[in-house]
């Protein structure tokens, strides 16, 4: 007799863990440490012998790695869920107050509802880890950038030294976690097949390889659409009744989104293949630049998920 489904929302804080079970309703509270995730553990062994479980949380930051990590090693059944579509959720449910306790009741919830359409969290720690030094490198720039911005301003000339120095140093920290990235790839031989098969492709460099080996890892194991949805370049239609307006693209992970515009800027610039004609077609026709874009980025991700599932470079068309 198969084991009834029990939904598991885990709300996850800096130091704390709130848990709760539905439809059951119980509520359980566990601290985000060892000693915490341990009890934690036990309680879902312990619920694992009577009910099919499915885990819900949401990411914060890095706070739920740990969590990630002993759900993946206990071999349950996890889904890292979107915050924002966990919030519109919740204003569904004309639920406005938020606190710890009824976040995880919404995300339990949430998953309930929707779990048939999503797919399941795969830990991997050597992406995470990669993750982590991709999102470092990001920050050193920004930061860079940033300060190099405030340099033009600035009319003291002791502070434009202090700030040209400080400049110089995060510019000197990001290629030095470059230099890490690289090594981390080169390591593992299942990410130096998947950044080489990447970066036939075109428009991706290392820097790009490295954001979607890092925040995409489940690239090449998904459908066309789930790829191009994932990163939000995936347009859905909108109307009603005799009105009809222009489809929109929304939602997807920032940092993909990101290094994928680079990706497709750059092709667009070089005016040569498949892609950079499919961009320069769209403009001719009199789509608006980011209009084209945003179709160069999702032919893009299409393309590289189809490369990565296939295990072949890439081939023109």
């Known amino acids: 007799m198969p084991q009834p489904d029990l939904f598991v929302g885990i709300d996850v804080a800096k130091n704390e863990l709130v848990v709760r079970l539905h439809p059951l309703g119980e509520e359980r509270r566990f601290p985000n440490d060892k000693a915490g995730l341990k009890a934690l553990e036990r309680r879902l062994k312990a619920l694992a012998a009577r009910y099919h479980l499915l885990i819900g949380f949401e990411a914060t930051g890095g706070y739920e790695r740990k969590l990630a990590a002993l759900l993946d090693r206990l071999g349950l059944t996890a889904y890292l869920l979107d915050p924002a579509r966990v919030r519109n959720f919740a204003r569904a449910e004309r639920q406005l107050a938020k606190t710890d306790p009824l976040d995880a009741a919404v995300i339990a919830r949430c998953l309930a509802a929707l779990h048939p359409e999503l797919t399941p969290y795969r830990h991997d720690p050597q992406a995470a880890r990669l993750a982590e030094h991709v999102r470092m490198r990001d920050l050193a720039v920004a930061q860079r950038i940033q300060l190099g911005n405030q340099l033009e301003t600035l009319d003291d000339p002791a ?22 990235i690289a090594a981390l790839i080169a390591a593992s031989p299942d990410l130096t097949t998947r950044e080489r098969l990447m970066r036939s492709a075109p428009g991706i460099g290392p820097i790009v390889a490295a954001c979607l080996l890092a925040h995409m890892p489940e690239l090449g194991a998904l459908s066309s659409r789930q790829a191009a ?89």
């Open 229 to 317: 949805a994932l990163v939000g370049v995936a347009p859905f239609d909108r109307q009603s009744g005799t009105t009809r307006k222009p489809g929109r693209c929304a939602g997807g992970r920032p940092a993909v989104r990101r290094c994928l515009y680079l990706a497709a800027l750059a092709i667009a610039r070089s005016k040569k293949g498949p892609l950079a004609q499919t961009c320069q077609r769209l403009r001719d026709t009199g789509k608006p630049a980011k209009v084209a874009l945003v179709a160069t980025m999702r032919k893009l991700i299409i393309t590289l998920n189809a490369m990565l599932k296939s295990q072949q470079t890439y081939r023109p068309a």
């Open 159 to 180: 502070m434009r030294r202090l700030v040209k120095a400080q400049v110089g140093k995060l510019k000197a920290l990001a290629l030095r976690i470059e230099k890490a």
